[in-house]
């Protein structure tokens, strides 16, 4: 009995703590819709937007080395990383083939030689007896031919022998430009055959200038039009942390294509500050300055609205009323979080992050993305129509007394 009674005790100890902890003060007061901020001060700061992108890092100059003649390999000197100068040996086919059919070019010129000089002795003696009208005309022409057809033999003879030595010079492959070696899928002693044979003939290795490389990146199509060549490039390198480089915008692209079902334009960025610990293949994340403003007003993403194409935000019309009025503003350059505001309000004023309780008949939409219309970067005037009560709306760059204080904003790198 007395088990069964503390056995109960403990029972309705536990049950009443637990009643107690789940309607404490503490617990109902953490609720983190009711704790999320509803409103925003107009505030000075620095605003700066970046187009950003990734691609992979690759040499400028790339080149897959194939010998133009069939043979064997008989000589190569180098392997995978090595660095190779100019007109270093890469490979050397075996040419003993060729140099057989060399020297029976050249003993077929020195033959075609010997049968030119007689018929050219032959020819000048005829010639000579036909000037003195004591041999036919038939027999003179006979011999000027002969000494005709012996000139084009030996020139035939000797083009033949240039053609040899031009495929014995082309068994050795020099390196093009200082390089390092980047594949090598043949052996010495392999067979491989020409350029001019099947498949393009066979790949001997791949060379690269690592001195000089670039990145190829994929630029989204609502982006592109904010890049032009020239423009200065902030580079970071995944595979190694906290590497900073700088680069350059080198080409864009005339034509989109589609990559990873994102349509885009390819573009080309000169890397200006290598750091020897970057690979080919590599994945680069690029920040492409585009503009920024200092010390301008701005407002959160979430206090602008957009309704038929005008932008306008909640503002607060009195700092003891809770009420709010819509005032159309004009909107400048925008980042991923902030707005700058142009025109429309002033500094301190306070904004609404959701739509007020009185104006939610309307069919605005705030925020960026789905209900902020305007894309990042740079903003767009809004109509200066506005409702009853609201302040004047915006005006025309240089017309109102409030653009004469506006801060200078500029485009990056201009």
Known sequence: MKLFLSLAAIV???IGG????????????IDP???????????????????????DIGPADQVSVRPEVDGRIAELPVDIGDKVKKDALLCRLDDRNLQIQRASRMQEIDGAKLNLQKASRN??????????????????EDAKTEYDLNTNLLERTQSALKLVEDQISKTKILAPFDCTVLTRPVSLGQTVSGA???????????????????INAHINQADVTRLTTGQSVDIQVESVPGLKMKGTMERIAPQAVIKNGIK???????????DPRIRPGMTALLSIPVASAEKVLTVPLAAVFTEKGERYVFAKADEKDEKFERRPVLIGITDYSFAEVQDGLAAGDVVSLEQPAEFRNSKSTNGFGKHFSGALGIGGAAPSSGTAGAPKGPTKAGNSAA????????????
Do not use: C
């Open 123 to 140: 020819y000048q003696r005829s010639k000579n007896l036909f000037g003195e009208h004591l041999i036919s005309a038939e027999v003179y």
């Open 33 to 55: 819709i009711a704790s999320r901020p509803t409103t925003a001060a107009v505030e000075a700061r620095d605003i700066f937007f970046a187009v950003n992108a990734a691609g």
């Open 18 to 29: 637990y009643l107690w902890w789940r309607n404490s003060p503490t617990q109902s007061a």
């Open 12 to 14: 309705g100890i536990g």
């Open 196 to 214: 001019a044979g099947f498949n393009s003939g066979t790949e001997v290795m791949t060379i690269a200038n690592l001195n000089d490389m670039i």
């Open 264 to 274: 885009g334009f390819g573009a080309r960025v000169a890397i200006t500050e290598i």
């Open 403 to 414: 653009e004469t204080e506006r801060p200078q904003r500029k485009a990056v790198g201009s």
